[in-house]
């Protein structure tokens, strides 16, 4: 069965706003789970976002 993945909007101030303190953070990069972190905010963010979710529809990446 494919996966699907729908990405938030780069340019979201709130996609900004959290890429901005999260992936300075040296712990954060350090750790070794920074990019499943990172998918867990998206689809919380994409979850109450209308501009993420439009975006996430619009560009939706389909995969094996």
């Known amino acids: ?6 990405p938030v ?3 979201c ?3 900004v706003e ?6 300075q953070d040296p712990i ?3 750790s070794g789970v ?3 972190m ?5 689809n919380y963010h ?10 996430g529809l619009a560009n939706i990446e389909i995969g094996e």
């Not at 069965?1 to 729908?6: A, F, K």
């Open 1 to 6: 069965m494919p996966s699907q993945y729908l």
């Open 9 to 11: 909007d780069p340019n």
């Open 13 to 15: 101030p709130g996609v």
């Open 18 to 23: 959290f890429e901005v303190g999260f992936f």
């Open 28 to 30: 954060t990069a350090q």
């Open 34 to 36: 920074g990019s499943e």
């Open 38 to 42: 990172a998918l867990d905010f998206d």
């Open 46 to 55: 994409r979850a109450k976002c209308k501009r993420c979710q439009e975006y």
